[in-house]
Antibody, heavy 119, light 113 residues
Framework: QITLKESGPTLVKPTQTLTLTCTFS??????????VGWIRQPPGKALEWLAL???????RYSPSLKSRLTITKDTSKNQVVLTMTNMDPVDTATYFC???????????WGRGTLVTVSS | DIVMTQSPDSLAVSLGERATINCKSS????????????VVWYQQKPGQPPKLLIY???TRESGVPDRFNGSGSGTDFTLTISSLQAEDVAVYYC?????????FGQGTKLEVK
């Protein structure tokens, strides 16, 4: 049974750095082909892919946010961490982490965590 | 980036009737070496994460009712719900995973007429 859960602050101030943790179970991020991604969704809006980290530590980022994002993994803790610098109110969104099946797309998602950016 | 454009933005269908949602990619997402289209369809209900319905454009995820069908190839894709049930009210998204950045359509809101 694959599960993922996002954790982190619910409120951050503009210019601050957001750090979100995805804690998962039911799979290993050292298994060939597996990846974990981050996706966000502003209230009432569409999904936006942010970043992806592969089992071999390869990483991919959204070009529009690449300068602000860092994704890392701790295989021993079954965690993936996303940091986003210089937060702005437009970054207010529900942030999801998701398991990517080998060679495919996201089949299991966390419930998401709402992050509000406000002073 | 590959742009995914869904139509319509919203749709109202009577219970038991067919619902059709379209998705067009700005470039082909068909990998000719394996003849697979790198498109998925998700269903999202309020307050919930997206749920995977269809992958490889036409393969139903395990446990998904067979009234959900995906079709299309290259740049044009369709999600069809053959007989709408009340529990199908949701927003539906297509997404390409042909390359990064992965991109989503803007969503189609499906309601009961």
């Amino acid at each position: 049974q694959i599960t993922l859960k996002e954790s982190g602050p619910t409120l951050v101030k503009p210019t601050q750095t957001l750090t979100l943790t995805c804690t998962f179970s039911g799979f290993s991020l050292s298994t060939s082909g597996v990846a974990v991604g981050w996706i966000r969704q502003p209230p009432g809006k569409a999904l936006e892919w942010l970043a992806l980290i592969y089992w071999d530590d390869d990483k991919r980022y959204s070009p529009s946010l690449k300068s602000r994002l860092t994704i890392t993994k701790d295989t021993s803790k079954n965690q993936v961490v996303l940091t986003m610098t210089n937060m702005d109110p437009v970054d207010t969104a529900t942030y999801f982490c998701a398991h990517r099946r080998g060679g495919q797309s996201f089949d299991y998602w966390g419930r998401g965590t709402l992050v509000t950016v406000s002073s | 980036d590959i742009v995914m454009t869904q139509s319509p933005d919203s749709l109202a269908v009577s219970l038991g009737e067919r619902a059709t949602i379209n998705c067009k990619s700005s470039q082909s997402v068909l990998l000719t070496s394996n003849n697979k289209n790198y498109v998925v369809w998700y269903q999202q209900k309020p307050g919930q994460p997206p749920k995977l319905l269809i992958y490889w454009a036409s393969t139903r995820e395990s446990g998904v009712p067979d009234r959900f069908n995906g079709s299309g190839s290259g740049t044009d894709f369709t999600l069809t719900i053959s007989s709408l049930q009340a529990e199908d009210v949701a927003v539906y998204y297509c997404q390409q995973y042909f390359n990064t950045p992965y991109t989503f359509g803007q969503g189609t809101k499906l309601e009961v007429k």
